[in-house]
């Protein structure tokens, strides 16, 4: 039966990934729903006519006519602004992609969970900042979430197999571009030294989150709440080859690992075609090509964003909303070259600081509303923190 899917972020580094495994399916495969973008009218477009989409949604409101120019003359249904991403998301799916960049992606991917259908999670922002939240809605729609970050793709397939008996999970990281620089040698990294990701070809923000290393405290703060696991019970460990892609110890001492070259399309087809395997055109591993397999400890002083993240998660309440927020903020502010490298994971904690002072990270209202203040609250923060270092 041909399966109804949705992109929400489709002209990301995800999106295009997860439209490459569609256009590769035998016919009668896959019918794609909706689509979504930010800004990237043009693209949106192309996408929507190639894959016959039957609805998109752009959220700037700027670019609106160029999509509409393109789209004139077609049966495609044209959505614009923020709200105009959750109907895309509500527009029937077997199978929605989440995949924008993030915590704009919470509302449209919740929209997503509503329909009790299966939501591939790529943004992992989503987790961060409502992990209760999002997890509570999930199970209240009987959803199936599937995780695509790669991590924890590995994560869901090891305990697929087997769930009994779990002492820890294991999260690997690459280490990012600077993982064998100094401190004093991060203090002149660029914009285009963060960006060059070893390993991975990325959307901007996660590459950056890979330099700081946030992107594995966001993936602590995801694994926690997609795993129900505390903090204590994950760890991460570089492994700078990213082919063990994550794994979990269990109290005999085995260990089980999900291992692949490094490209989204085998997590995003996993999940796309779940509970069956689908081909994905990925290169296959050669084993006696891989000259080493290899481990060390992340550098916690070099890389206070992933203690930072731990602390967050450690703390619960809004400590996670705010961290998130707070990096999504100096992420950009790095990226338009306001602020230095070292300075992103500052900032955070300045922003957590601040707000652990004045308002505390206890948070009983756990509602939608909440979470958009508090991230409000936290995105203002980190501005004037930002205007302070100028
Ligand atoms: N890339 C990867 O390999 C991996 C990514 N992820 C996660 O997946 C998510 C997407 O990452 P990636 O594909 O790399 O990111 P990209 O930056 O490549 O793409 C992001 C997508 O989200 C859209 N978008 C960005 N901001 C907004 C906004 N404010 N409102 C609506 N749409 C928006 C973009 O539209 P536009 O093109 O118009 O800007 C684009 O479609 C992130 O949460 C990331 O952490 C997880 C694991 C691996
Ligand atoms: C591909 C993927 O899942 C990314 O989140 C990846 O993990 C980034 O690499 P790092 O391990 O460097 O953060
Ligand atoms: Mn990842």
Redesign the pocket.
């Known amino acids: 039966m041909t399966k109804r899917i949705s992109v ?8 295009e ?1 997860t439209l490459d495994i569609i256009s590769r399916a035998p016919e009668g495969t896959y019918k794609v729903a909706a689509l ?5 009218a043009k ?2 477009a192309e996408q929507a006519i190639a894959f016959d989409a039957e609805y998109v949604a ?3 409101s700027s670019q609106s006519q160029i999509l509409k120019a393109a789209l004139a003359g077609t049966r495609i249904d044209i959505g614009i602004g ?1 709200e105009a ?1 959750v109907d895309a998301a509500s527009v029937q799916a077997d199978f929605t992609m989440a ?4 915590a ?2 919470l509302e449209p991917t919740l929209a997503a969970v509503r329909q009790g259908n299966h939501v591939g999670l ?4 989503c987790l961060v900042c409502a992990g209760d939240h999002f997890m509570a809605e999930v199970k209240r729609h009987g959803t199936v979430l599937l995780p ?3 991590e924890h793709n590995a994560i869901f397939q090891v305990l697929e197999e087997d769930p009994k008996g779990i002492r820890r999970l294991i999260l690997t990281a690459s280490g990012g571009p600077f993982r064998e620089k100094t401190a004093e040698c991060l203090k002149a990294v660029t914009r285009k030294d963060a960006l060059a990701h070893p390993i ?7 590459s950056i ?1 890979s330099a700081t290393l946030m ?1 594995k405290g ?1 993936e602590l703060i995801e694994a926690s709440y997609l795993f129900n696991r505390p903090s204590a019970d994950i760890d991460v460990i570089v492994h700078p080859q990213s082919i063990i892609h994550s794994m979990v110890e269990y109290i005999d001492g085995s260990v089980l690992a999900q291992l692949g070259s490094p490209d ?1 399309r085998t997590p995003i087809a996993y999940a796309m075609g779940w509970p069956a395997r689908v081909e994905a055109p990925v290169e296959r591993l050669n084993f006696t090509k891989l000259s080493e397999l290899t481990f060390f400890e992340p550098d916690l002083v070099c890389f206070p964003a992933l203690r930072l993240a731990r602390e967050a998660l450690e703390a619960g309440g809004r400590a996670p909303n705010i961290l998130n927020a707070a990096n999504e903020i100096a992420v950009e502010a790095f990226l338009s070259e306001k602020v230095e490298f070292i300075q992103i994971s500052q900032i955070v904690e300045q922003v957590l600081n601040t707000l652990s002072r004045s308002e505390g990270f206890a948070q009983a209202d756990m509602s939608i509303d909440a979470i958009l203040a508090t991230d409000a609250l936290a995105r203002q923060t980190a501005h004037e923190h930002i205007v302070n270092l100028l």
Not at 122 to 125: D, I, M, S, T, V
Request: no cysteine.
């Open positions: 929400l972020g489709s002209t990301g580094s995800i999106g990934n979504t973008a930010n800004t990237s693209k949106l752009l959220a700037d923020p991403l995949a924008i960049m993030g704009a992606g790529a943004n992992k922002e695509v970050d790669s991975w070809e990325m959307g901007e923000k996660i989150d992107n966001l989204m």
